[in-house]
């Protein structure tokens, strides 16, 4: 097979890998076993398709390859087959499920499995990982790298989580509409942290884990497929989207930290930003505002703006007075000391940062020392200032973001000992 064949192979099995497995836990109701016969099912196309072609509809053609599998499977173990038997009609009885999307080739049954590995019987750290096994399609040992934690410890936790999805007997479904607008927000929370992580790596080497980024919005674009009239849901997508599309700049030559301030704007992508600017305005369409839909047009602004000078930053302030009204909490009261900074002068942004200094929630967070060492020193109270930086540099987390720090804090003290 060629490499450009291979490409494609490998990018038909990405794209189809979550489809295939929603549909075998809605058909079978055992992750386990659903795993275990889509892999066999990969295996197989990577025996056949190089010397038979790819079939006309590959993701029907791994379906039906893997239901043989399972069928036969079940066949050689009568006991396993009667337990999952009767778990199904159990479940079945408490949780009749509804008909799920049918567009496409095949039943696309991905939504059910979106909710059960955000379920909130599991635990946070486990959803991540669970979306990133079962929808994305990671191996175990790409999802710890994803976490940094070692394959062993991640493959304890997915297991955990599986098994807790087997005793609680979890259902595989998607929520009825009166239980929807409360389960929605763990699954879009669950990718907005993927893409979290992704944007500003908590450690190593990176500043960002594009891999992560880019899961986390392809997974939000299904998402968006599946649900085109959850305006949270739009909005999510429009914030990764307006957010990554600055990705290239973020970084300099050598994978330095590029501030918002410094970064060439001709790299942006723009036709990310193209497709990320509409769904802000469906986002925000019809209804009061959700947190994605506001932070996204933040973004936007951000985004629309021709240099660092000319951001609208009324607008910001104003869309973080609306946010802090949807979600109030800490982080969003710093982000809006740095806007208020930016409209009002360095002296009004501290004033507001300074209120925050006992919040429990801003401890270890070391964007909060930094937002005021960067204050401080355009105010010229230089000790005060490298103080605060060196407090940034104890939380820092990425080799990046400690070498930034490092080097403002150098060319402060340069400055406070300067001729």
């Keep these: 097979m060629s490499e450009q064949a291979s490409s494609s192979v490998e990018s038909i099995f990405r794209e189809e890998h979550g489809r295939l497995l929603a549909s075998l836990v809605r058909r079978f109701g055992d992750l386990d076993l659903a795993e275990e016969v889509a892999a066999e099912a990969i295996?197989?196309?990577?025996t056949h398709w190089p010397v038979d072609g790819v079939p006309h509809k590959p993701g029907a053609w791994l379906l039906t390859t893997a239901r043989r599998k399972a069928v036969d499977r079940l066949r050689r173990d009568q006991a396993y087959a009667a337990r999952l038997a009767i778990l199904q009609v159990e479940a079945d009885r408490a949780d009749p499920a509804p008909p799920a999307d049918r567009g496409g080739d095949l039943p696309d049954d991905r939504l059910q499995l979106f909710f059960t590995c955000a379920h909130p019987a599991l635990p946070a750290e486990d959803r991540g990982a669970l979306t990133l096994r079962c929808l994305a399609g990671l191996t175990t040992p790409e999802v710890a790298r994803a976490y940094l934690v070692p394959p062993a410890t991640m493959a304890q936790r997915?297991?955990?989580?599986?098994?807790?999805?087997?005793?609680?007997?979890?259902?595989f479904r998607v929520p009825g509409a009166d239980e929807l607008p409360e389960r929605l927000p763990g699954?879009?929370?669950?990718l907005y942290s993927i893409f979290t992580e992704g944007y500003a790596a908590s450690s190593?080497?990176?500043?960002?884990?594009?891999?992560?980024?880019?899961?986390?919005?392809?997974l939000a674009r299904i998402l968006h497929r599946l649900l085109p009239g959850e305006r949270e849901v739009t909005g999510l997508l429009a914030l990764l989207l307006l957010t990554h599309a600055r990705r290239a700049a973020r970084t300099g030559m050598y994978g330095e930290l590029m501030l918002l301030a410094d970064q060439d704007r001709s790299r942006w992508d723009r036709a990310m930003i193209a497709e990320g600017e509409p769904l802000v305005v469906a986002a925000l369409s019809g209804g009061p505002p959700g947190r994605y839909g506001v932070q996204a047009a933040i973004a936007?602004?951000?985004?629309?703006?021709a240099d660092f000078a000319s951001t609208d930053w009324p607008q910001i302030v104003a869309l973080y007075d609306v946010l802090l009204t949807i979600m109030p909490s800490p982080v969003v009261e710093l982000n809006r000391a740095a806007a208020v900074a930016m409209r009002d002068g360095p002296a009004a942004g501290l004033a507001l940062l300074d209120e925050l200094a006992g919040e429990p929630k801003l401890r270890g967070y070391h964007l909060y020392p930094l937002a005021r060492a960067d204050l401080l020193e355009r105010l010229g109270r230089t000790e005060e200032a490298a103080t605060a930086y060196?407090?940034?540099?104890?939380?820092?987390?990425?080799e990046p973001d400690r070498a930034?720090?490092?080097?403002?804090?150098?060319?402060?003290?340069g400055k406070d000992h300067g001729p």
């Design 204 to 218: 190593g080497p990176e500043l960002q884990r594009l891999d992560l980024a880019e899961e986390a919005i392809r």
């Design 187 to 190: 699954v879009l929370q669950v």
């Design 43 to 46: 295996e197989a196309a990577l």
């Design 158 to 171: 997915i297991v955990r989580a599986k098994k807790k999805i087997r005793e609680a007997r979890i259902p």
């Design 404 to 413: 930034h720090l490092r080097d403002r804090l150098v060319a402060l003290e």
């Design 390 to 398: 060196r407090e940034a540099l104890e939380l820092a987390g990425s």
């Design 300 to 305: 936007a602004l951000h985004d629309e703006a």
